[in-house]
């Protein structure tokens, strides 16, 4: 049974596409977060919804838009995708402010 | 802003060895702390989450304390394995405004544990 699942794993574009990555989590919890991984391994986290409301959005251009059609459920889509856009993004899931369930990833590559 | 550090960034030790893994940060006033490991290519897999009150957590060979006053923790690893090997990573949780929190993370430590 997977807790987090994120879809596509990879994901490879051109420059300027509009994609989107979806992520879904069965463990009833009423927090979702998007968090950026880049080259270097760093983690840093970009929205955060709870009960489908935006709570957190850090420092993050506005191509970036997450959309929650329920509590399950965080989509992330990006537009006019660029070159700096290349990076593992992962989704994750909590009961308010306890343990963080994290999906398996999507790494997008735009070339 | 709070910012993590984790030290060493990296670290290669014999299998069996115990080993200490640190994480520093630089504002106290953290919610909890939480420590995850990410196998390459993978998400991360959360091992130990200590509340600001609690001064330890342990979980099998996984011991992980919390001195919230000077910023700082640690990961315990006992008898370690070539299993073992992995990015381990610190995460501490902070009000980022009302009653919303987020976790910011440390770089890592990448540790492999040779046979």
């Known amino acids: 049974d997977t807790a987090v699942s994120q879809t596509p794993k990879y994901l490879v574009t051109q420059m300027g596409n509009d994609k989107s990555i979806k992520c879904e989590q069965n463990?009833?919890?009423?927090?979702m977060y998007w968090y950026k991984q880049d080259s270097k391994k760093f983690l840093k986290i970009m929205f955060s919804?709870?009960?489908?409301?935006?709570?957190i959005n850090e420092t993050v251009p506005n191509r970036f838009s997450p959309k929650s059609p329920d509590k399950a459920h965080l989509n992330l889509h990006i537009n006019s995708l660029e070159l700096g856009d290349s990076a593992v993004y992962f989704c994750?899931?909590?009961?308010?402010?306890?343990?963080?369930?994290f999906g398996p990833g999507t790494r997008l590559t735009v070339l | 802003k709070q910012e993590v550090t984790q030290i060493p960034a990296a670290l290669s030790v014999p299998e069996g060895e115990n080993l200490v893994l640190n994480c520093s940060f630089t504002?106290?006033?953290?919610?909890?702390l939480q420590w995850f490991r990410q196998d390459p290519g993978k998400g991360l897999t959360s091992l130990l989450l200590?509340?600001?009150?609690?001064r330890e957590q342990t979980s099998g060979r996984l011991n992980a304390s919390l001195d919230k006053s000077s910023g700082r923790s640690t990961l315990y690893i006992a008898a370690s394995q070539p299993g073992d090997s992995a990015t381990y990573l610190c995460?501490?949780?902070?009000?980022?405004?009302?009653?919303?929190?987020?976790?910011?993370f440390g770089k890592g430590t990448l540790l492999t544990v040779n046979p």
């Open positions: 994750a899931s909590s009961r308010s402010v306890y343990t963080q369930y």
């Open positions: 463990l009833g919890h009423d927090t």
């Open positions: 919804y709870n009960n489908k409301e935006l709570i």
């Open positions: 504002d106290s006033a953290i919610y909890n």
């Open positions: 200590i509340q600001s009150s609690q």
């Open positions: 995460a501490v949780r902070t009000n980022s405004g009302g009653s919303n929190y987020k976790l910011t």
